[in-house]
């Protein structure tokens, strides 16, 4: 029911940043949580940072914490993760996603967009 499509991906040297922005279907509530996903061929999926419409509360994997930083605009329905001090290791492929308060599964997902750091 819920489309996401990521954008604002690409290749930078290790230390640049990168803007990455989630664009929703249909409006998005404080009933949603909104997520980032990391996933590197041959390692499982990764919860990079989650925040939670309506509320204070954030989440940042400790490979993220003081780098990363995610935001949202219910207005707009729209998601963004701003990306710092980016190295090697942050190379993968990144997922928008979705999941409504109170469930475990996150429900909907973007396509993914490719995030390439080299040094």
């Known amino acids: 029911q819920v489309e996401l499509v990521e954008s604002g991906g690409g290749a930078v040297q290790a230390g640049g940043s990168l803007r990455l922005s989630c664009a929703a279907s249909?409006?998005?509530?404080?009933?949603?949580?909104m997520g980032w996903f990391r996933q590197t061929p041959g390692k499982e999926r990764e919860l990079l940072a989650a925040r939670y419409a309506g509320a204070t509360s954030t989440y940042y994997a400790d490979s993220v914490k003081g780098r990363f930083t995610i935001s949202r605009d219910l207005a707009k329905n729209t998601a963004h993760l701003q990306m710092n001090s980016l190295k090697p290791e942050d190379t993968g492929v990144y997922y928008c996603?979705?999941?409504?308060?109170?469930?475990?599964?996150?429900?909907?997902w973007g396509q993914g967009t490719q995030v390439t750091v080299s040094s």
């Open positions: 249909v409006r998005t509530s404080a009933n949603y949580v």
């Open positions: 996603a979705a999941k409504f308060r109170g469930t475990t599964d996150w429900a909907y």
